[in-house]
């Protein structure tokens, strides 16, 4: 079983008595059950005999465990069963009686072919709410097909505006798979809700391309109704300025980020000394501000030492830039700015502590591992003086 130690915050989690049974694998669905189970869910994960989850080999780097394993498994209860043995559907059988939720991301077909299709189960236990996770859904030219992140991140269009103008990138997160598994935890939540005023279960579809299409977000908007494509912009946004990295005279960078037109106000003037930049045709709405983004134009002649120096991506440029200096000024002016773009090892800092997210829980008698815990706070694990409950969690692989 992998589980986390218990939360001695949570006595009675939104989800205790929910029992969740899985036959999942990588990403998608085991983030979704993984919601569930953080939430009080009982989840049992039914893995292939001898190999498990394939996402167990991936690496080693989490005390002899694969990083993303352990990330995406916690609090469940693992089940070695080959579903193909003619036995299985027995014990597959008594696991359903006893289940609220069933939830899938095997190849296409394959859980039809098991007799686990939503219209069979549902069919004999009409309680049960059944999630099917799958790559391109049930209809289509691309029903049959598999589907992995990479070629998701390509087909829905998410790397033509990711990466740098010569060359376009895949985010560095499996962001289609997780797409995925959260659409398919919300719409879990939606069944077992309705089933309460109903009585019946109900099947939950979410697709990875469809997930992800709608995390496009506004460039498809952009593009479709605007008729010129999104550009990629590397760090910078491609229709917001000046949104972005900035460097200082000392080697090291910014990122500023103005979102309006009163921020930009403040900037001018408090920041860049020139509020006569806010009169200027050229900078005087974002639009204005994108479309002479490259214009090359030193816009501010004071000699202003805490201001920030030219940038490759950026023509709104200033004087030269003392950063300890320019860093502290605008920490007091409004959120405009990150002193530094921080590692992804790096758990330390204002920003990663304010929600109790380095409450690590040590065990030293257990082999424990630091993982991050939810970003939400239920209303029922509120508990006056704490802060949050997205915290470190102590996880551990029991025999």
Same mark, same amino acid.
């Given at each position: 079983?992998?589980?986390?130690?218990?939360?001695?915050?949570?006595?009675?989690?939104?989800?205790?008595?929910?029992?969740?049974?899985?036959?999942?694998?990588?990403?998608?669905?085991?983030?979704?059950?993984?919601?569930?189970?953080?939430?009080?869910?009982?989840?049992?994960?039914?893995?292939?005999?001898?190999?498990?989850?394939?996402?167990?080999?991936?690496?080693?780097?989490?005390?002899?465990?694969?990083?993303?394993?352990?990330?995406?498994?916690?609090?469940?209860?693992?089940?070695?069963?080959?579903?193909?043995?003619?036995?299985?559907?027995?014990?597959?059988?008594?696991?359903?009686?006893?289940?609220?939720?069933?939830?899938?991301?095997?190849?296409?077909?394959?859980?039809?072919?098991?007799?686990?299709?939503?219209?069979?189960?549902?069919?004999?236990?009409?309680?049960?709410?059944?999630?099917?996770?799958?790559?391109?859904?049930?209809?289509?030219?691309?029903?049959?097909?598999?589907?992995?992140?990479?070629?998701?991140?390509?087909?829905?269009?998410?790397?033509?505006?990711?990466?740098?103008?010569?060359a376009p990138a895949k985010a560095?997160?499996?962001?289609?798979?997780?797409?995925?598994?959260?659409?398919?935890?919300?719409?879990?939540?939606v069944a077992l809700f309705q089933?309460?005023?109903?009585?019946?279960? /109900? %099947?939950?579809?979410?697709?990875?391309?469809?997930?992800?299409? $709608? @995390?496009?977000? *506004?460039?498809?908007?952009?593009? #479709? =109704?605007?008729?010129?494509?999104?550009?990629?912009?590397?760090?910078?946004h491609a229709a917001i300025f000046?949104?972005?990295?900035?460097?200082?005279?000392? /080697? %090291?960078?910014?990122?500023?980020?103005?979102?309006?037109?009163? $921020? @930009?106000?403040? *900037?001018?003037?408090?920041?860049? #000394? =020139?509020?006569?930049?806010?009169?200027?045709?050229?900078?005087?709405?974002?639009?204005?501000?994108?479309?002479?983004?490259?214009?090359?134009?030193?816009?501010?002649?004071?000699?202003?030492?805490?201001?920030?120096?030219?940038?490759?991506?950026?023509?709104?440029?200033?004087?030269?830039?003392?950063?300890?200096?320019?860093?502290?000024?605008?920490?007091?002016?409004?959120?405009?700015?990150?002193?530094?773009?921080?590692?992804?090892?790096?758990?330390?800092?204002?920003?990663?502590?304010?929600?109790?997210?380095?409450?690590?829980?040590?065990?030293?008698?257990?082999?424990?591992?630091?993982?991050?815990?939810?970003?939400?706070?239920?209303?029922?694990?509120?508990?006056?003086?704490?802060?949050?409950?997205?915290?470190?969690?102590?996880?551990?692989?029991?025999?």
């Amino acid at each position: 079983m992998y589980s986390d130690y218990p939360d001695p915050f949570n006595k009675m989690a939104p989800l205790d008595g929910i029992t969740v049974v899985t036959i999942e694998q990588a990403v998608a669905a085991p983030f979704a059950t993984r919601q569930l189970a953080d939430l009080g869910a009982r989840v049992i994960k039914i893995e292939r005999p001898q190999t498990g989850d394939f996402a167990r080999a991936y690496d080693q780097t989490v005390r002899g465990m694969a990083s993303s394993f352990v990330w995406l498994n916690r609090s469940k209860e693992s089940l070695t069963l080959d579903v193909k043995h003619p036995r299985s559907s027995e014990i597959l059988n008594r696991l359903m009686e006893r289940a609220d939720v069933f939830v899938q991301n095997l190849a296409p077909g394959a859980a039809a072919r098991l007799g686990l299709s939503a219209d069979a189960l549902l069919e004999r236990y009409p309680r049960l709410v059944v999630c099917d996770i799958s790559g391109y859904g049930d209809t289509g030219p691309y029903r049959d097909k598999k589907a992995y992140d990479l070629l998701i991140q390509g087909e829905s269009g998410l790397m033509s505006i990711t990466g740098t103008p010569e060359a376009p990138a895949k985010a560095g997160n499996s962001i289609a798979d997780i797409s995925a598994g959260m659409y398919a935890y919300s719409g879990i939540l939606v069944a077992l809700f309705q089933r309460e005023k109903t009585g019946k279960g /109900g %099947r939950v579809e979410v697709s990875m391309f469809e997930a992800l299409c $709608e @995390w496009m977000m *506004f460039p498809l908007y952009y593009a #479709n =109704c605007g008729g010129l494509p999104f550009r990629r912009s590397g760090p910078n946004h491609a229709a917001i300025f000046p949104y972005g990295p900035f460097h200082t005279n000392d /080697g %090291r960078t910014v990122m500023i980020g103005i979102q309006n037109e009163r $921020e @930009w106000k403040v *900037f001018c003037e408090r920041v860049l #000394n =020139c509020p006569e930049i806010t009169a200027d045709p050229r900078f005087d709405s974002n639009s204005q501000r994108v479309a002479n983004r490259d214009s090359g134009e030193n816009t501010c002649s004071s000699s202003d030492p805490l201001s920030v120096s030219r940038h490759p991506s950026s023509s709104l440029v200033t004087k030269q830039a003392v950063s300890s200096s320019f860093r502290r000024l605008l920490s007091t002016l409004c959120d405009i700015a990150s002193a530094r773009c921080a590692s992804s090892r790096n758990f330390t800092g204002p920003s990663r502590s304010s929600h109790n997210t380095r409450n690590v829980q040590r065990r030293p008698s257990r082999s424990s591992n630091a993982m991050i815990g939810r970003p939400v706070l239920e209303p029922r694990t509120a508990r006056p003086g704490r802060a949050g409950n997205a915290r470190f969690m102590a996880a551990r692989c029991q025999s």
